[in-house]
């Protein structure tokens, strides 16, 4: 059931993100699915994260992406640095922490995608980018990172979404009850 919700969070934000695109405000609209990778990295600490931003960006280059990779590395990259920046801060509160490591993580998922599409041979004005579609899909991202980050931590207060350890898994002896009457 996990997954399936995981799968569900991909798929409409990658619906999300490409309607935003006809849908943007001055060019730029805000980034649902870094959002939600920086979320699942904060309640998991580990490396669902990154797999919900590969999912994520392949699914991105399938849809809308020029060519493949276009998407997915940013979002890979993200995921991890998030994963990382999670487990270097010892203290995360519900909203200041989680929107810092945001606005990074976007930032450097900005930078990456820039040099992705030189890569792939997009000819690309890095200050017209940067001044024009990232520093307002960054503001409109840190505005709602707050509430979207709440409503992932609801879910993961739910049963269904959260991560069970093997070191959580406990086998009882049938015979255990019995011997503590």
Same mark, same amino acid.
């Given at each position: 059931?996990?997954? %399936? ?46 797999? %919900?931003? %590969? ?9 809308y ?46 930078? @990456? ?7 792939v ?12 579609? @990232? ?22 207060? @739910?049963?269904?979404?959260?991560s ?18």
């Open positions: 059931m996990r997954y %399936l919700i995981l799968a569900l969070i991909c798929v409409i934000n990658t619906l999300i993100l490409g309607a935003a695109g006809n849908a943007s405000m001055f060019g730029a609209a805000p980034d649902l699915l870094l959002i939600c990778i920086v979320s699942i990295a904060i309640a998991e600490k580990s490396l669902s994260g990154m797999w %919900l931003g %590969l999912s994520g960006g392949i699914l991105l280059d399938i849809l992406g020029p060519a493949v990779g276009f998407y997915s590395i940013p979002y890979v990259v993200a995921g991890f640095l998030a994963m990382i920046a999670v487990r270097r801060v010892s203290y995360i509160d519900n909203y200041i922490v989680p929107t810092i490591i945001c606005l990074a993580v976007f930032l450097i998922k900005d930078f @990456t995608a820039f040099i992705t599409a030189n890569i041979a997009i000819n690309v004005s890095y200050g017209v980018v940067f001044i024009k579609c @990232t520093l307002l899909s960054a503001l409109y991202t840190v505005i709602l990172m707050p509430f979207i980050h709440l409503l992932m931590r609801k879910l993961y207060y @739910t049963h269904f979404l959260k069970v350890k093997f070191s959580e898994f406990r086998v009882v002896d049938k015979m255990e009850k019995y011997r503590r009457k």
